[in-house]
């Protein structure tokens, strides 16, 4: 049955063309962020299914002592790559990308005068990713990084003879106070030539104490920067064929090339090694609100349909896209801790400190309450025992890492944004169907169960190291915690029914009566 349909795909991929293919066939590529989580699968992407690319120039910068070549070949040696390896081989896909050495938060972007002469005679296809995604970097290096360097690749772009598109990649939680996001550009938060210049001159203490201020209403320093970002895309777009693609959440990827597979713990990922490791018992939450989930492999049939559109229809009116999918798919948080409960118990990970539990809160005062007794209490009492068994405490660590996480987590798990991705949908009804299977942009055969399995057993794997063949021992240590588990509820209730018993006089009579009642019921 599966060599009949592949064989019905070939023959429909023989009579039908590829035009997305077509469209990229001979093109220069340069990728900014393509070391990222986005920009590997990206480039895996046109490695495996856009051969006839020309060339794909990777702009790295060195980073922990490893040069942009290091980097190369680590990011080749990723699981990935493995597919697309076995079909090409790796000396060619050394031969499909080239390295450049820059850095996105320099002035120039950090190239050389031969780099950057080579970048403008040969490009035609730019895709601008690289940024920091960490919601609480520090106000300086987030402007110089998010903000300047979309500024400086700007004006590469400008300089570019040949260029086709100007594609950045911002974000769909970049324009908070907007409920329901449209498709199309939004005013800054602030002038962002005006943030560079002060930024540039002005001292990082005093940066530092003006954060809260110069962020206005907006809860942190990646929706700010990428928000001004996106002002300078908006004021190029006259003098450049440039677009706006704004994913949503992105997460692991759904169906190829790996299934599950991911390099980072951000979004419901994190959210369910947490859970299923027991360290998480507890979140200040609206279980009944939901976000905007987004396969990364999705993502980036998404990028690429967008840019096809631009270029071959010469659709100039839509210019910005939102990459999103919570207009067909609406899972709330609760139903992803549930889930993921399910699927823990089955697939259970190493080592968990405690059995999977705990629940989310609508009262702050109460999640706090939960934090101090089921994780700051728990983690001081099982680094006590591991620092006298004579190794170093981790679980205090531990628990202020969740815990700075949670302050990130709880703005936007407590607020609600809708999207409007029209325009998606309409590029989806331009796609053929051999376009429509190779670059997938619908989920309508998407289990969300079978996914969130995969996601778990590829984290696993992938991010926490722990093999399939030990996946039986982990189910015998979840057995066990489970029973100390009960034994330590049943322990504590008897406890506070004690405490009860001395502290009230009639409460310890209540408890006689009973036991008297029971025994005489037993007796009789």
Partial sequence: MVSQTTAEESRVEEEIPDRIAEVFKDQNILITGGTGFLGKVMV??????????????????????KDPRHRLEEMFNSPLF????????????????????GDVSLLGLGLSAEDKKMLCENINILYHGAATVRFDELLKKAVLLNTR???????????????????????????????????????????????????????????????????????????????????????AMPHIPAIILRPSIVIPVWKEPVP??????????????????????????????????????????AILTSSWNFIYFKDYEKRVFNLTSSNEFKVSWAEIIARGRKITERVPLNGVVWY??????????????????????????????IFLAGYKPIMCRVQRRIQKGFEVFEYYANHQWDFDNSNLYVIRDRLNQTEYRKYQLHGDDMDIDEYFEACIRAARVFILNEPPETLPAARRHLRIMYWVDVFTKITFFVFLMYLFACWSESFRALLIGSWTIMKQAVSD
Wanted: charged share 25%.
């Fill in 44 to 65: 895996e992407k046109f490695l495996r299914c856009l051969s006839s690319v020309k060339q794909i120039y990777l702009l790295v910068r060195p980073k922990k002592g």
């Fill in 149 to 235: 360097g979309t500024k400086e690749t700007l004006q590469l772009a400008k300089e570019i003879k040949h260029l086709k598109l100007f594609a950045h990649i911002s974000t769909a939680y970049c324009h908070l106070e907007e409920k329901v996001l449209g498709e199309k550009p939004y005013p800054p938060p602030a002038d962002p030539h005006k943030v560079i210049k002060c930024i540039e001159w002005m001292d990082d203490d005093v940066i530092e104490a003006m954060t809260d201020k110069i962020l206005g209403g907006l809860p942190n320093t990646y929706a700010f920067t990428k928000a001004l970002s996106e002002g300078l895309v908006e004021e």
């Fill in 356 to 385: 999977p539990g705990g629940s989310m809160k609508k009262s702050k005062l109460l999640h706090n309450i939960c934090v101090l007794l089921f994780h700051m209490i728990p983690a001081y009492f099982i680094d006590a025992l």
């Fill in 260 to 301: 599950g597979w991911t390099d980072n713990i951000n979004g419901p990922t994190g959210l369910l090694i947490g859970a299923g490791k027991g360290v998480i018992r507890t979140m200040y939450c609206n279980e009944t609100g939901y976000a905007d989930y987004l396969p990364v492999d999705i993502a980036v049939n």
């Fill in 82 to 101: 493995d597919k697309v390896k076995q079909e090409r081989g790796l000396a060619e896909l050394h031969e499909a990308v080239t390295v450049v050495n």
